[in-house]
């Protein structure tokens, strides 16, 4: 066991004295008291020894033989003993101070791994380590765009912001500790009001190897060094802490999304349930989800959005080019900013209203040139992005993107799937528009677009969007013209290829006029103004029933890999359909069809006139319609038989269809029986009509047997506004002119 110095000194001092009362000499008694001096001394300082001294020197001035020497002896071990204590106390309290200053570190340490999140991190170091800020105060503070501003202080300070030039500044900048033994000294020092403080230590504190808020100790008396390694070894394990909670909410985050994506049913609602997600991790009042749509940016999904004007410009989408989201699309970077108005491209509704931070995001999609789909989210406020905030939204969005794919696929089989089921039924005319519109509707770029149908040998113009089709009905395609346009050549196209032509690399218009006139493919075909096309052949058996033309007005690169994987899905259910239509036409034709002369039979001309009649009430034309009887004709067939009958019908088939204008129908109704339908015809053009047919069937004979006819006029409105009284007109008109013996009776 060590006995304390007091104890020593004082047992010395008694020793000596006991010494030179038993009478022992000088040399016996000088010791004892030097023990005592330099004890004293050692333990209490010079000036301690010194009373000491003079004590010693006291004590020893009755006994025999003392001498001056023994008090220069005294001074000399106080002195001495001084120096070597005085070492001795200092590291005695620094090593009480370094304990005291370690023992605040590990209970601090101990306690970092409880905070539940970064906010409630960051705001508990000060409580932490209060005990080592004596004098001033412990704070973190936060970066802004203007400098720092104090998330949490012990004690309170009434200085909430700070510029970034001071201390704090230099070690968020050089992302290392700062620390300054007298402020007095430091040009940059920026003082708390009301604190005495003489040293300041900044700390970074960094997530993701980012520096992300500052811990800052200030007070009265400098810190040793071993406080400083301390303190910097504690803001690392602090960073590693930020590190593992930043690790843990994205992992979170992207569990979560994984399972509202999963429940998701359409692209609407995983697009809801995504942006709310993500907004309360991140802690941000809204966000929208947009979908390029040709050349518009359409919102997908929006949450948080109040303000009227904002909500106009989600109803009616973004105009190509304007805001941060067309530029995502073109560059398929994202954008992070605190100062949106200074951005080149900005929605004015969000300027007016004066918001400042957002960051806008590609959502990936697979072989896509452009970025489809753009995540937006945003606040007024000024707002800088950490980088584990950055790393976090690009995983959120790869993710999602991931899971809109998913959906995107399993939406586009159930439209497509709906339509056809709906379709299937429906006459062919009826078919055209819905597909086109769909095609255009879930091929990513496309935003207009036409569909050429196979008749008789040419392409013609069946529907168009965003195009004149009224205009483009006067085009007829060769099988040439169209091969010319694909430009893949035939093998490819029968194998249903679709190819993409951008404005970019090839003159779109020029390769227009080669195969149509460019007064009409430059006007009702805007050829002029398409930037990109996709062309995708429909085959069946061995012939291209259809062309496909779906095109983007604004961007040569609006279509990739992604586009053509949709339009892919499109060719065989659309060959199958138009096969299907093309079979049940050629039926319907071949029921509304005479077999013998192949003119279109009575259940046609029912059809036929009826619409026809319909028009003529709507838009206020004359609609004629004419009866024609034969004269002759039973002499034929009861003399020369039922194949030279049969010849007779049909040539005077071929003689009425020589005769027939462009617009005019001629029907069979039966036996010796026909008919024409007039449209826009007034009454004196279907008479002159008539008798033009009369003329033609009169110069035939057979053997020696000639044809004549008898025919009767009705025209709409004058003679009848019903299909039953126009054909009680023609009908008794054509008795008439039997009776008379005339040709044409009106």
């Known amino acids: 066991m060590i006995l304390p110095y007091p104890v020593i000194a004082l047992g010395s001092i008694l020793l000596g004295l006991l010494a030179g009362y038993l009478g022992y000499t000088d040399p016996y008694i ?37 001498h001056i020497a023994a008090a220069a002896l005294l001074l000399l071990s106080a002195w001495l003993a001084h120096g070597i204590g005085e070492s001795l106390r200092r590291a005695h309290r620094r090593a009480k101070a370094l304990a005291k200053s370690q023992r605040y570190l590990a209970e601090a340490l101990e306690a970092l791994p409880q905070a539940p999140n970064r906010e409630d991190l960051l705001r508990g170091l000060p409580q932490r380590l209060a005990a080592l800020g004596e004098g001033g105060h412990v704070g973190v503070w936060v970066p802004t765009t203007q400098g720092f501003r104090l998330l949490e202080s012990i004690p309170p300070l009434p200085l909430k912001e700070v510029p970034a030039s001071g201390v704090m500044g230099r070690a968020f900048r050089e992302g290392r500790p700062v620390y300054v033994s007298d402020v007095g000294k430091e040009p ?7 604190l005495n403080a003489r040293a300041e230590l900044a700390l970074p504190l960094k997530e993701r190897g980012e520096a992300v808020a500052v811990l800052n100790l200030e007070r009265g008396k400098p810190f040793a060094p071993e406080e400083v390694e301390g303190l910097t070894r504690f803001a690392q394990a602090v960073s590693l802490q930020l590190d593992r909670l930043a690790d843990l909410e994205e992992r979170k985050l992207i569990a979560d999304l994984s399972e509202r994506l999963q429940s998701a049913s359409t692209l609407e609602e995983a697009g809801a349930k995504a942006l709310a997600l993500l907004l309360a991790s991140l802690g941000l009042p809204s966000g929208t989800l947009w979908e390029a749509r040709g050349g518009r940016m359409e919102a997908l999904a929006y949450h948080g959005v109040e303000e009227p004007t904002l909500l106009q410009v989600l109803r009616e989408g973004l105009p190509y080019g304007v805001g941060l989201v067309w530029q995502v699309y073109e560059t398929r970077s994202p954008v992070f900013t605190a100062r949106y108005a200074e951005e080149s491209r900005v929605v004015p509704a969000l300027k007016a209203l004066g918001w400042r931070t957002f960051a806008a995001l590609p959502v990936p999609s697979l072989g896509a040139p452009r970025s489809r789909r753009v995540l937006v989210v945003g606040q007024k406020e000024e707002r800088l992005w950490r980088k584990a905030e950055v790393e976090r939204l690009l995983l959120f969005c790869r993710t999602l993107g991931l899971g ?11 439209a497509v799937n709906e339509l056809f089921l709906n379709l299937l039924q429906k006459p062919p005319e009826d078919l055209y528009q819905p597909l086109l519109e769909e095609a255009i ?32 009905r006067k085009v007829a395609f060769t099988l040439e013209d169209q091969l010319r346009w694909y430009g893949q050549g035939k093998e490819r196209g029968l194998r249903g290829e679709p190819r993409i032509l951008s404005a970019k690399e090839r003159d779109i218009a020029k390769i227009s006029h080669e195969t149509a006139p460019a007064e009409v493919i430059d006007t ?4 002029r103004e398409i930037r990109a096309n996709l062309c995708l052949p429909i085959p069946y058996k061995g012939e291209v029933l259809a062309y496909l033309n779906l095109d983007n007005l604004h961007d040569p690169l609006a279509f990739g890999e992604d586009s053509l994987e949709a339009a892919r899905f499109f060719a065989a259910p659309l060959a199958t359909l138009l096969h299907e239509s093309r079979t049940r036409k050629l039926l319907e034709e071949a029921a509304l069809t005479d077999p013998l002369t192949g003119l279109a039979n009575r259940r046609a001309f029912d059809r036929f006139f009826q ?25 034929v067939n009861d003399r020369l ?31 010796d029986e026909f008919a024409a339908i007039f ?41 009848g506004t019903t299909l039953d009284a126009l054909l009680s007109a023609a009908d008794t008109r054509m008795y008439e002119a039997k009776r008379r013996g005339q040709v044409v009776a009106a």
Not at 404 to 414: A, F, V
Not at 626 to 632: E, H, I
Not at 647 to 658: I, P, R, S, T
């Open 611 to 635: 619409e026809e009649l319909k028009r003529a009430e709507r838009y206020g034309y004359p609609l004629s319609l004419a009866v024609l009887d034969l004269k002759g004709f039973k002499q």
């Open 404 to 414: 809109l794919e998913r959906l995107e696929e399993k939406s586009r089989h159930q």
């Open 524 to 527: 009702a075909g805007k050829a």
């Open 441 to 472: 509707r879930q091929v990513p770029g496309a935003e207009a677009g036409s569909l050429l149908v196979l008749e008789e040998g040419h392409y013609r113009y069946k529907a168009t969007l965003g195009y004149d089709l009224e205009g483009l």
């Open 30 to 66: 000088l010791p004892w008291f030097m023990i005592f001096t330099a004890a004293t001394a050692s333990v209490y300082g010079l000036g301690w020894g010194l009373l000491a001294v003079g004590v010693s020197t006291f004590l020893l001035l009755p006994f025999p033989g003392f």
């Open 188 to 194: 940059n020092h920026i003082p708390a009001p009301g």
């Open 641 to 671: 038989g039922h194949a030279v009958g049969d010849l007779a019908l049909l040539k005077v088939a071929e003689a009425l269809e020589k005769e027939r204008r462009n617009g005019d129908r001629l029907f069979r109704w039966g036996g």
């Open 679 to 719: 449209p826009h015809t007034p009454k004196q053009g279907a008479i002159a009509a008539a008798f033009r047919y009369a003329q033609a069937i009169q110069g035939l004979c057979f053997e020696g047997l000639c044809l004549g006819v008898n025919i009767g006029v009705a025209t709409y409105p004058e003679d």
